[in-house]
């Protein structure tokens, strides 16, 4: 009798320890991934970066190698299941860098991903067949320009970001991209009189409204 209530307790122990393993393995991912569409964009797997100083070309040359690396897709046509924009303003040590025109578009011009631009007027189309998640990394990673809590493209320092005016800290390559969010990056030295943006009129830009 003794011995066999020693066997069940060690059985349920060991199922329980099975048990725990399988969830911490599981869920062990959502340290370092929050989702197959929010993983981490590891810079320096995706081919032919920027390497020259700014400014920078779109990057679509490399774009259909990158694909695959940031969890994006080439679609035949904008899709508006999710449809909201934001706004970049980038300074790398004291100057003004454009986002240019038609980042996430093949180069001819074929297809594009759900996460692009059509002026170089630092709005970001989000443009989404499907509700899920996008990071502002995956927009630098579809330019060609890694972003770091401590770098862009190839230059380092000491990196500052707001997003609506409002100090961010960590990684920006990791914000989620949100409705009308205006996103400020400066590395290094800030230009005179510099202010993070407050305020932008959608109506009158790429967004239209």
Do not use: C
């Not at 964009?41 to 990158?66: E, M």
């Amino acid at each position: 009798m003794f011995w066999g209530f020693v066997i069940g307790a060690v059985v349920v122990l060991v199922v329980v320890g099975v048990a725990l393993g399988v969830v911490l393995t599981r869920g062990g991912g959502s340290s370092s991934s929050s989702g197959p569409y929010t993983d981490k964009v590891v810079f320096s797997q995706l081919p032919n970066l920027h390497t020259a100083p700014p400014p920078w070309d779109n990057g679509n040359a490399f774009l259909p190698a990158r694909l695959p690396l940031l969890h994006l897709k080439a679609l035949p046509q904008e899709t508006l299941a999710v449809h909201v924009h934001q706004h970049l303003d980038l300074y790398v040590n004291g100057t003004h860098v454009p986002l240019p025109a038609y980042v996430g578009f093949l180069p001819d011009g074929s297809a594009l991903t759900s996460l692009h631009t059509h002026a170089a007027d630092g709005v970001i189309h989000l443009e989404s067949p499907d509700k899920r998640e996008y990071s502002l990394g995956q927009v630098f990673g579809e330019w060609g320009v890694w972003l770091g809590p401590k770098r862009v493209g190839d230059d380092r320092g000491t990196l500052q970001w707001w997003v609506n005016g409002v100090k961010q800290h960590g990684n920006p390559a990791a914000l989620p991209l949100k409705n009308h969010q205006l996103i400020s990056i400066v590395l290094g030295k800030p230009p005179k009189g510099f202010k993070p943006r407050t305020t932008f009129d959608w109506k009158t830009s790429t967004a239209g409204g």
